[in-house]
């Protein structure tokens, strides 16, 4: 059993930054593929960043890449999500997301792909 706990999230003004933590239980990271994902009101959840197991290699969607980094620290099994040059459209409440699968990389956006999440943090950007 994993249990994930987001954490970070708050006001912010559009240009700022934020890093969004998740801490893990029950699993260690180093053996496991994770993901942030988000999720606005009446709105599809969508992936954000990620990374599989195995390797450094980290993924980004479209709307985020160049501003966002992810990076983990295994030692306390924790996952973060840096955050920078906040917009007004990256309001949502953001989730982590966990499997001890190493999916391929065209799975890596499906939230069916995941086996854990957290309980989410809400991020909003306005001036």
């Known amino acids: 059993q994993v249990h994930l706990v987001e954490s970070g999230g708050g006001l912010v003004q559009p240009g700022g930054s934020l890093r969004l933590s998740c801490a893990a239980s029950?699993?260690?990271?180093?053996?496991?593929?994770m993901a942030w994902f988000r999720q606005a009101p009446g709105k599809e959840r969508e992936y954000v960043a990620g990374?599989?197991?195995?390797?450094?290699?980290?993924y980004f969607s479209d709307s985020v890449k160049g501003r966002f980094t992810i990076s983990r620290d295994n030692a306390k099994n924790t996952v973060y999500l840096q955050m920078n040059r906040l917009e007004f459209e990256d309001t949502a409440e953001y989730y982590c997301?966990?499997?001890?699968?190493?999916?391929?990389?065209?799975?890596?956006?499906?939230?069916?792909?995941?086996?854990?999440w957290g309980q989410g943090t809400q991020v909003t950007v306005s001036s």
């Open positions: 997301a966990l499997t001890s699968r190493r999916p391929i990389i065209s799975t890596m956006r499906i939230t069916g792909t995941y086996d854990y």
């Open positions: 990374f599989r197991s195995g390797n450094t290699n980290t």
């Open positions: 029950g699993r260690t990271f180093s053996t496991s593929s």
